[in-house]
């Protein structure tokens, strides 16, 4: 039986828009870094000529932290004072633009029928706290979320700490729980669970069935596994 679901954030609750790749193009603005490193650091992160980003890539299922490594190459600047910047950039960033906090679906509807369900509902995310906090409480939905699971609280997805903790908090065995999301991290992540990809994300189907059959358009389709 089904009792908990673990749910990532952008790409499968969240919508990944342009607001991603717009915050690291705002961050790098008054950079010193010419056009030139500037292709490099797109290449390297995930984001394409056209603007897309690619599955799987640093930008669509890493962290701050890993976003930072990469700067700290091109910049001549102690890596902790970037990851702050960092850090405080994409959530001052997501304040002054949340109209990039757009759901794939309807969040309220979903997290009311699982509530009726008595189903545990978890965020995993490879953002931070805070930026994750404030998309929800954005939406209205934080007093839904039992469990935050923040990349900079717990050990960066597919590494299971925070699984773990989440599972010893709600005496919670593997095969109760639902992992819904779009990336590979994401999958070896929920290894264990009952597996869900999304199609709402960066991920394709063709990635996501090498590690699950179980493939859905967004999150709200998931009540059919329960």
């Given amino acids: 039986m089904i009792r908990a679901i673990l749910f990532d954030k952008d790409g499968t609750l969240l919508k990944f828009t342009e607001g991603w790749v717009d915050s690291i193009v705002d961050f ?4 010193i870094l010419d056009d030139n490193k500037k292709r490099e650091v797109f290449k390297e992160i995930g984001i394409r000529e056209d603007g897309g980003v690619e599955e799987n890539s640093i930008l669509s299922s890493e962290t701050a932290m890993d976003l930072a490594i990469i700067f700290s190459k091109y910049l001549d600047e102690d890596l902790d004072e970037i990851y702050g910047e960092l850090d405080d950039h994409l959530l001052n960033y997501l304040k002054e633009n949340n109209k990039f906090i757009r759901e794939t679906c309807d969040l309220r509807k979903l997290f009311e029928a699982l509530r009726d369900r008595k189903i545990l509902i978890g965020i995993f995310t490879s953002d931070n706290y805070r930026q994750a906090k404030y998309s929800m409480e ?40 639902i992992i819904v999301g779009d990336s590979r991290v994401d999958m070896v992540f929920g290894e264990d669970t009952l597996k869900v990809g ?4 960066t991920g394709s189907r063709e990635m996501l069935s090498k590690y699950t059959d179980n493939i ?4 709200s389709q998931v009540l059919k596994f329960l």
Avoid at 28 to 31: G, I, Q, V
């Fill in 28 to 31: 790098l603005e008054d950079k």
């Fill in 138 to 177: 954005y939406l209205g939905l934080d007093s839904s979320i039992d469990f935050y699971a923040a990349a900079d609280i717990y050990k960066k997805k597919p590494n299971k700490e925070s699984l773990e903790v989440f599972k010893k908090k709600y005496s919670l065995e593997d095969q109760e729980i």
């Fill in 198 to 201: 999304v199609l709402c994300g």
């Fill in 216 to 219: 859905i358009d967004d999150p």
